[in-house]
């Protein structure tokens, strides 16, 4: 089975520019996570969605940040303004309904930020 | 919000010695998950920790849960140096899917 896929890999861009990431997550997984990983504050959630509803976007940082879920293979997260602080490694993670069980959330390549 | 912590952050251990890694956190959980982390890599689950004494093992890595204690170890026999990464611990917020993860353990094996 593939994995979770994130694209792109890399993203450098200049502050004030928009910019989108997209996930696809596991076939059959129910929940999508997003989460942001620097340095300074370690591995952060950003907002997680249940069958393609957003249930917690209580880690979004500001209003510039936005997710959506339009189905359930596809996921983006989209900065508008980009600033240089949004720059980060970006991950989507995905997971069965049955959380509880021995399924753990399962994690893309994630996607390397650069906002100059 | 549950709150987790890991101790050591950083860990330089020689190979063939044995240490310990602990994630102590918040409230009452009954579930732990283990990741580890390459550098410029993806997280993977190594352990998920379901119940009170629950103890999984892969080659040298061992994962325990005290529930009781809030307490989870990650225990490593006889290190070599294909275990450098950063280990991190999670835990599940009560009534919800959401995962709170640790600071991260960076253990570096020195030959």
């Known amino acids: 089975d593939a994995g979770v896929i994130q694209s792109p890999r890399h993203e450098v861009t200049e502050m004030g520019q928009e910019v989108t990431l997209r996930c696809k997550p596991i076939s059959g997984h129910d929940y999508l996570f997003w989460y942001r990983q620097t340095m300074m504050r370690g591995l952060e959630l950003l907002i997680y969605?249940?069958?393609?509803?957003?249930?917690?976007d209580s880690g979004m940082p500001e209003d510039r940040f936005s997710a959506k879920m339009p189905n359930a293979s596809f996921s983006t997260l989209k900065i508008q303004p980009s600033e240089p602080r949004d720059s980060a490694v970006y991950f989507c993670?995905?997971?069965?309904?049955?959380?509880?069980?021995?399924?753990?959330?399962?994690f893309g390549d994630g996607t390397r930020l650069s906002i100059l | 919000e549950l709150k987790v912590e890991q101790n050591p952050l950083f860990l330089s251990m020689q190979e063939g010695k044995n240490y310990t890694i602990y994630c102590n956190y918040s409230t009452t959980s009954d579930r732990l998950y283990w990741y580890r982390q390459d550098p410029g890599k993806s997280l993977e689950s190594l352990f998920v920790?379901?119940?009170?004494?629950a103890v999984k093992q892969e080659g040298r890595l061992m994962a325990s849960l005290d529930t009781k204690a809030r307490l989870s170890t990650l225990h490593i026999t006889a290190a070599v140096h294909d275990l450098s990464a950063t280990y991190f611990c999670?835990?599940?917020?009560?009534?919800?899917?959401?995962?709170?993860f640790g600071t991260g353990t960076r253990l570096t094996i020195i030959p």
């Open positions: 920790l379901l119940s009170n004494g």
């Open positions: 969605f249940n069958n393609n509803v957003p249930i917690d």
């Open positions: 999670a835990g599940p917020n009560f009534g919800n899917e959401k995962l709170t």
């Open positions: 993670a995905s997971s069965p309904q049955i959380f509880g069980q021995d399924q753990p959330q399962h």
